[in-house]
């Protein structure tokens, strides 16, 4: 009998968590985070009802057929199991296909109005901006210097790179298509952002195109969201979405 009732005092504490949201997410800026969050209670709602359902016949059972259940052993109802594993695996899939379809509109791989480098290292993360002439200088491992100022590792012989600006925070203008790309120094660091409900992974070696649309100016936390080493958790940044007059003048500075 306890059991029955301990049972649903955790289904019952649970449902208040979520009514109540004493932690939630942060602010969604990009429609792909709203319709991420969309899909989000989609789930916690199916997910929820079944799951309550669920649990109130479980606790049903032990408060009211405990003396039956005890008399007889239970033997299984092939029908009704096979129902419920049909349905189980349709609504699994079905879930993970809504879910799949938004991802897959997430933009990427198209030419931003804005292109920002985002070079990532143990443990920091910096900005490359290709500056007036619209063009990102070369770059050479041997040329990078942390301490020289020079942590992206420009080419100092190359015209097109004497005016790129490197920064230590991420600048981008609200309401335009900003392409950021993705590089690793060093080894895997992933770059994470709450509010845009994204992470993409960062391989060294490889170039990543990740696309933005952000709606809302605000300053919002870059997190690294791979274990990269011992300095992981001081690898942090801050993305600086301004208004698009803002960002103009901040760029011809
Ligand atoms: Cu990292």
Request: proline share 6%; glycine share 8%.
């Amino acid at each position: 009998m306890l059991l029955g009732l301990i049972l649903l005092l955790f289904t019952l504490a649970g449902c208040l968590l979520f009514a109540f949201k004493p932690a939630w997410f942060p602010l969604a800026i990009t429609a792909e985070a709203l319709a991420w969050d969309r899909q989000f209670a989609w789930t916690l709602w199916i997910t929820g009802i079944i799951f309550i359902a669920a649990q109130v016949l479980l606790s049903w059972t032990i408060l009211r057929g405990r003396k039956r259940l005890l008399a007889s052993p239970a033997s299984g109802h092939r029908r009704l199991e096979l129902t419920w594993l049909t349905a189980t695996c349709a609504l699994f899939i079905t879930l993970s296909v809504l879910g799949s379809r938004g991802w897959a509109k997430i933009p990427n791989r198209t030419a931003g109005e804005e292109t920002i480098e985002v070079d990532a290292h143990q443990f920091a993360w910096n900005f490359r901006y290709p500056g007036p002439d619209g063009r990102f200088g070369r770059t050479a491992i041997e040329f990078i210097s942390d301490a020289g100022g020079n942590p992206v590792g420009i080419d100092p012989k190359d015209a097109a790179g004497k005016d790129d600006i490197v920064t230590a925070s991420l600048r981008i203008p609200a309401q335009r298509n900003v392409l950021l790309l993705l590089h690793s120094r060093d080894v895997i660091h992933d770059f994470f952002v709450r509010e845009l409900r994204t992470k993409q992974d960062i391989v060294p070696g490889i170039e990543i195109p990740l696309e933005l649309h952000v709606d809302t100016p605000g300053t919002y936390e870059i997190a690294c969201a791979e274990l990269c080493g011992l300095g992981h958790s001081q690898m942090r940044s801050v993305l600086i979405v301004m208004p698009p007059e803002d960002y103009d003048r901040w760029k011809r500075r």
